[in-house]
């Protein structure tokens, strides 16, 4: 734990007062706005420039419910030129459908010319309804609430905002950032941990999530802020949660706050740490592979044979630079004597797998399998020879058990794209979902692993897709998968294949 003792802050009417910046054990007599290229000089007490903040108001449309959200924008665009984003998530006193209140705050302070003219940013603010919040949860409790596995309406309309704002402006979705306080700082871990790779860091303050999933925001730059005699939010949450990402081996950085009760966000948002973080950091897949696969590797036992089960995206998986082999990096890197199965073959589908299931795959003696099939199946229904949903769903489920009956795990991803335009844009779309559907009710009831890779692509695409492009994103052809396509499915194999030996 580390705490950082500073003096208040003293704040005039419009007037943020701060002189020279410092930090040490000793403390600080104030902050300044710290940009990493260039420091400004101090602000003085006179106040801020009066130039009108540039907001757009908008709204989104969750299951015929209007969301409200606000857009900050810089006070002066340049053509060609493309922008970093912060995604703010406010407090319990902020909820409403004024579409104004959630302007306190993150978002007064980036509309000042002084913040803007060092950072120009876009700030996207939604606002959460009277009497509902981001996440379900008791804010006071001091104990975590399991990771719900779906979110919230107020917490799919911030996701619908953020792909239309990422649509309709010059962002640079290298550099998209995500933070919130209380309410808002639930609702960022729980954003984050559902879409780590939407983000390049997150700060979390003074909230709170369900610490067992943090292995989800590997590689992801972590800020954590929190007041140590806060009595809203117990200081405990944030505790448990960074406490859980050093026991993974994962970077996180910690301040707690003295004799700022709940109102840790008015140090926190104006201290250098901070500033420094949420615009300089760049998104960075491969950081958080390899940090996804560092924690697999140490949570495998001797001998472990990991199998690779599935069709050409497996086979090609296997080459320099895919999946698999990026995996198979990793383990060794760090050092566990384990073997690694690759079993793809191109053009097979689930009747192909079970053909060969007894000598590529338990022929083998695997102790975890990573069944990943399913695109053939539906995209050679176009010729005429794909699989019946029926014929699939049997086919999976005897695989998986046989599988089982040797004694070892099994993790089941879904089907994920052909074609990246869109969800619904894409022509067999409507059918991928249904055998998607099916993939996973057979995981749920045969006790395998699910790998989500359907949802993962489809909410990647969402965000990192604004043109609808029909390939390119993550695949070569909007099937195979490309370099970034290869980094985003080794991340979640990852994560399967560790709760998979997790639960054996």
């Known amino acids: 734990m580390t705490a950082l003792i500073q003096t208040p802050l003293i704040l005039a009417s419009l007037a943020l007062v701060a002189v020279s910046y410092s930090i040490s054990n000793e403390g600080n007599d104030g902050t300044t706005i710290y940009h990493p290229n260039a420091i400004p ?52 006193g902020e909820r409403g459908k004024d579409n104004e209140k959630q302007k306190r705050h993150f978002p007064e302070l980036m509309a000042r010319q002084e913040y803007q003219d060092i950072h120009p940013t876009f700030v996207l603010a939604p606002q959460c309804p009277e009497n509902q919040s981001w996440v379900d949860i008791d804010w006071s409790s001091k104990k975590s609430t399991p990771h719900q596995p779906n979110p919230t309406m107020p917490m799919q309309s911030v996701i619908a905002a953020l792909a239309k704002v990422v649509r309709e402006h010059p962002i640079d979705l290298e550099r998209i950032s995500l933070t919130g306080l209380s309410m808002g700082g639930y609702g960022t871990w729980d954003l984050a941990m559902r879409h780590p790779y939407f983000f390049a860091s997150v700060i979390p303050i003074c909230g709170g999530g369900d610490e067992k999933n943090v292995a989800r925001l590997s590689g992801l730059p972590v800020q954590v802020w929190h007041g140590e005699d806060d009595r809203v939010v117990p200081v405990i949450r944030s505790q448990k949660m960074v406490e859980e990402i050093k026991k993974l081996g994962m970077a996180v950085d910690y301040f707690e706050l003295p004799n700022t009760k709940h109102n840790s966000w008015h140090e926190a948002y104006r201290r250098k740490e901070f500033l420094n973080l949420i615009f300089s950091a760049k998104r960075n897949l491969a950081e958080m592979q390899d940090s996804s696969a560092q924690i697999l590797s ?84 176009e010729m005429g020879s794909g699989t019946p949903i029926e014929q699939y769903s049997e086919g999976l489920r005897e695989i998986i058990q046989k599988i089982q009956a040797v004694g070892a795990r099994v993790v089941l991803a879904t089907p994920s794209v052909i074609g990246e335009r869109p969800n619904g844009e894409n022509s067999l779309d409507k059918v991928l979902d249904e055998y998607a559907d099916a993939s996973r009710k057979i995981a749920k009831e045969e006790g395998a692993v699910l790998c989500d890779l359907r949802s993962v692509f489809v909410d990647y695409l969402r965000i990192f897709n604004p043109r609808g492009i029909d390939k390119g994103i993550l695949t070569t052809d909007g099937v195979h998968l490309n370099e970034m396509g290869n980094v985003l499915v080794a991340i979640e194999s990852a994560h399967a294949l560790r709760a998979a030996i997790a639960t054996r």
């Open 41 to 92: 000089k101090p602000v003085t007490e006179q106040p801020f420039a009066t130039q009108q903040p540039n907001y757009l108001s908008e709204e989104v449309q969750i299951g015929g419910t209007k969301f409200p959200f606000l857009l900050l924008t810089p006070k002066s665009i340049q053509k060609e030129t493309k922008y970093p984003l912060v995604l703010f998530l406010h407090g319990a």
């Open 298 to 381: 140490r949570n495998m036992e001797e001998k472990e044979v990991v199998a690779f089960f599935g069709d050409s995206i497996t086979q090609f998986g296997n080459k320099n630079g895919g999946y698999v082999d990026l995996i198979r990096r990793a383990i060794r890197k760090e050092g566990p004597d384990s073997e690694i199965i690759p079993a793809g073959i191109s053009g097979n589908k689930v009747p192909d797998l079970l053909k060969r299931l007894d000598r590529d795959i338990i022929g083998q003696k695997p102790t975890v399998v990573f069944v990943y099939i399913g695109i053939n199946d539906v995209w050679h229904s």
